[in-house]
């Protein structure tokens, strides 16, 4: 009698599970994948057009000039990228009443595979900004802006970031090393809300003309808020007085330079007056300010008296260190009829603000 048992599964060879059959597989799956990854790729390149298309003929219908080289696509596989050569922009609108022109040798427009919704916008060469009526060229080794990306809705905000920044002046130029800043918004803000939120900060910085502490600004941190609500109008003076009476501030909690042997860190917040001028109160913390009177005196910008005075009044303000560290002053600030005093003392007059007319509605005035 013949034996019929079936032998062991284990014994069973499937012939999908051959090794000839798995590398079939896994190369089909690998083909599949960069097909789908290609698609994925066309795709995000074909939507990154149409956004900046839809964007480029939105300012064109409000009167701004977009000019650039035929677009060229490119980034595959870890990026869409396009690149707009000979960019140059310009125009102006209710925020922008002098008009904005800005001409750049490439710009390119990137979106990540893996940060879908990020739009990265980079420039680099030399490059010409105006503002008004002032010019303003400038070259950078890197120059980025990131922004959010959301179907119909236009950025609120972004982060900019900076290495190896030229700018030309008329002073002279200005060098910094690196930059970084963060700007957000908010339209719909109500009094005390921001309505405008704004932090960064900037590395070796060298000024176009010497102070007595020198040219070398190592480092600047500011943080600053614009409290709403933020009016809307095509008049700039309306629009300040409205802002200012709805009780809108500008909250600098933060702003902090170290030059030389000085660190300065100031504190303030300021409104507009009855002729929408600044005005507002704060505090100034100074570290290393017998330093700085020595450099004064030095460069003959205060008497012998007058520094060994004020060497006793920074000695009757410092006060006591923490252990290895240098003696520090704080005295308050305040700016008012554009006089600006530290600890009641006027120290400086600041040229006023002109603003471009009266407000609408108003007389002539005196």
């Known amino acids: ?67 650039h080289a035929p677009p060229i696509r490119g980034g595959w596989p870890l990026s869409a ?74 950025p609120r905000g972004g982060e900019f970031e900076t290495s190896r920044l030229r700018i030309g002046t008329a002073a002279g130029g200005i060098d910094i090393g690196s930059a970084r800043l963060s700007l957000d918004s908010r339209m719909t803000a109500i009094e005390g809300e921001p309505a405008i939120s704004l932090e960064g900060e900037a590395e070796n910085v060298t000024l176009p003309a010497a102070t007595p502490l020198g040219r070398q600004l190592q480092e600047v941190r500011i943080d600053a808020a614009l409290t709403g609500p933020l009016p809307g109008g095509r008049n700039p003076t309306n629009r300040a007085a409205t802002w200012r009476d709805a009780g809108g501030t500008l909250e600098l909690r933060r702003l902090e330079l170290r030059l030389g ?51 006793r009044v920074v000695t009757a303000l410092a006060r006591p260190p923490a ?4 003696p520090q002053i704080e005295v308050p600030l305040t700016l008012e009829r554009q006089g600006l005093a530290v600890a009641r003392i006027p120290v400086a007059r600041l040229p006023p603000v002109i603003w471009p007319g009266p407000v609408e509605g108003s007389g002539p005035g005196p």
């Open 81 to 154: 990228t396009l690149r707009l050569r000979e960019f140059h922009l310009a125009g102006g609108n209710a925020t922008l009443p002098g008009g904005l022109d800005w001409t750049a040798p490439v710009v390119t427009l990137r979106v990540a595979m893996h940060r879908l919704g990020e739009l990265r916008v980079t420039s680099g060469g030399p490059q010409r900004l105006r503002l008004g009526a002032t010019e303003i060229p400038f070259a950078a080794d890197r120059l980025t802006a990131s922004l959010p990306l959301q179907a119909n809705v236009l």
């Open 1 to 67: 009698m013949s034996d019929t048992r079936t032998p062991p599964s284990s014994s069973v060879a499937l012939p999908w599970l051959r090794p000839r059959w798995l590398l079939l597989f896994a190369g089909l799956l690998l083909v599949l994948l960069a097909v789908a990854h290609t698609l994925l790729w066309h795709a995000m390149a074909g939507r990154l057009q149409a956004g900046y298309d839809a964007w480029a003929a939105s300012r064109r219908a409000q009167g701004w000039r977009v000019e």
């Open 323 to 326: 252990e290895g560290e240098p």
């Open 261 to 311: 042997p000085a660190t300065a860190q100031a504190t303030a917040t300021l409104a507009l007056d009855d002729a929408l001028q600044p005005m507002g109160a704060g505090t100034l913390k100074l570290t290393g300010a017998e330093a700085v009177l020595d450099s004064l005196a030095s460069a003959g910008l205060v008497t012998p008296r007058n520094a060994a005075l004020a060497r």
